[in-house]
């Protein structure tokens, strides 16, 4: 059984998408959905610097548009199941059939905006935080009043709050954390920080006739799977907000019996999490159309 996932915001390098433009159509299909969504994705995909699309209002909508674009790549794949994290979320939902390519990245494009707004209110962050035991990082991390916003299974937990917080964490480490990474991201994301960001996209997504999954969708609020298209949007407007819980999702994938784990480009994060959580499950992530033909393999041997 194969699960296709998609990452979330800072999985993004400079360049990424040059690679994939050369595809027959994609430079002309990217184009299309930059003039739908008022946002030059070609451009930030292919010329902009790290800086550039660290900004939350580029990066989330140009997740999504590399997501669509090297799963549609893979030619006709249905997999067991499709899950994202955080902004990888929208592109899972479209994956699943709940939401067309064209409302995804016009409720992605004002997600990332409304975040941006919210992250500009307080300056803050995140940090990874590599090793120790859940439990004790968990209330060390509430001692500091930060938020375990990225609870992601294989030894690490993403810490959000303000500037101020996450330098009191550096210099009190939990016991058994390895190292504090501090995240190219441009705010304390699935946090209360980020409040004024669901009224906005609440609003928009009163505009959306979302459908039900036609694949099995897992969630990043509980690792729950979820077969109603209006929950699963509920779902998308309220993570702004709440932790997400990828470490519940790879509990899912066991569950659900899962051989094998697909990552769309800029893939590897995810990869990554998996090989040390999901032991005897096969991973690929597509990075560039190089991948491709691997993928291909994978997702015949994991499909029925």
């Not at 990082?137 to 500091?144: G, W, Y």
């Not at 784990?261 to 992530?285: D, H, I, M, Q, S």
């Amino acid at each position: 059984m194969l699960v296709l996932v998609a990452p979330g915001q800072g999985a993004q390098t400079p360049g990424f998408l040059t690679e994939w433009l050369e595809l027959p159509g994609a430079a002309d299909r990217v184009s299309a959905w930059s003039d739908a969504i008022g946002l030059d994705l070609v451009h930030y995909g292919t010329k902009a610097d790290a800086d550039e699309i660290r900004d939350t209002a580029v990066a989330q909508p140009l997740l999504v548009a590399a997501g669509l674009l090297s799963a549609s790549a893979l030619g006709n794949v249905t997999p067991g199941a499709v899950a994202g994290h955080s902004v990888g979320e929208i592109t899972a939902a479209a994956l699943a059939g709940v939401l067309d390519e064209g409302a995804a990245l016009s409720l992605v494009r004002k997600r990332g905006l409304a975040m941006a707004d919210a992250a500009a209110i307080t300056e803050t962050g995140m940090a990874a935080l590599l090793g120790g035991d859940p439990e004790v990082t968990v209330a060390h991390l509430e001692k500091l009043d930060l938020t375990p916003a990225n609870i992601n299974g294989a030894g690490q937990i993403v810490a959000a709050g303000t500037k101020e917080q996450l330098a009191a964490l550096e210099a009190d480490k939990p016991e058994g954390v390895r190292r504090v990474v501090m995240l190219q991201v441009a705010g304390a994301f699935h946090t209360h920080h980020m409040g004024p960001a669901v009224d906005t996209l609440a609003k928009a997504a009163e505009a959306l006739t979302p459908g039900d999954p036609k694949l099995t969708y897992v969630s990043n609020r509980d690792g729950g799977t979820v077969a109603s298209g209006a929950e699963v949007l509920e779902r998308l407007v309220g993570q702004v907000a709440n932790p997400v819980r990828w470490d519940l999702c790879m509990e899912t994938f066991k569950e659900l019996g899962v051989t094998a784990l697909l990552e769309v480009c800029p893939g590897g994060t995810l990869t990554g999490l998996a090989k040390r959580a999901l032991p005897g499950v096969r991973t690929l992530a597509l990075k560039t159309p190089a991948d491709l033909d691997a993928a291909r393999e994978l997702v015949a041997e994991h499909t029925a």
